[in-house]
């Protein structure tokens, strides 16, 4: 007698489990795709300032330390991950103030404006960094 009471207790305790383990699979999958979309865009903020760092280094290496550095400078870089453009804004004294901007494959820009050292031959310091 006691098996015809629980009969109607069941289904419902079932669709109860199911229901809170699809609502929880659905919350964790809403999770994940935001998850994807924030580190693919961390990943293209890092290619654009690698690729901004690598020309910092390919234009400056061939400047030794109290040469003189051309009074135009001006150019453009291809790498694998995208190009990064690069020109004189001024020079100062023993500085020389040079912007650099990198745009990946997927359009993301990156830009820099650097203080070298002509003296030292080596960039001083970092004057603005800026992501698109």
């Known amino acids: 007698m006691s098996m015809n009471n629980q009969k109607g ?5 079932v669709m109860i489990v199911a229901s809170v383990f699809i609502m929880f699979t659905i919350l964790m999958i809403d999770q994940f795709i935001i ?3 924030f580190y693919k865009e961390v ?3 890092l290619v654009a300032d690698h690729l901004v760092h690598l020309a910092i280094k390919d234009v400056t290496e061939e ?3 109290g040469e003189e550095i051309p009074k135009i400078i001006q150019g453009e870089i291809s790498y694998p991950n995208g190009v990064v453009r690069y ?5 100062e004294g ?3 103030y040079i912007e650099f901007s990198s745009t990946t494959k997927n359009d993301r820009e990156g ?4 203080q070298y050292d002509k003296e030292a031959g080596k960039v001083k310091e970092w004057l603005e960094k800026q992501a698109v």
């Open 9 to 13: 207790v069941v289904f419902p305790m």
């Open 35 to 37: 998850d994807k979309k």
């Open 43 to 45: 990943e293209e903020s």
């Open 63 to 65: 400047w030794g330390e």
């Open 87 to 91: 020109s004189l804004m001024k020079q």
């Open 94 to 96: 023993p500085y020389v």
């Open 111 to 114: 830009r820099v404006i650097i």
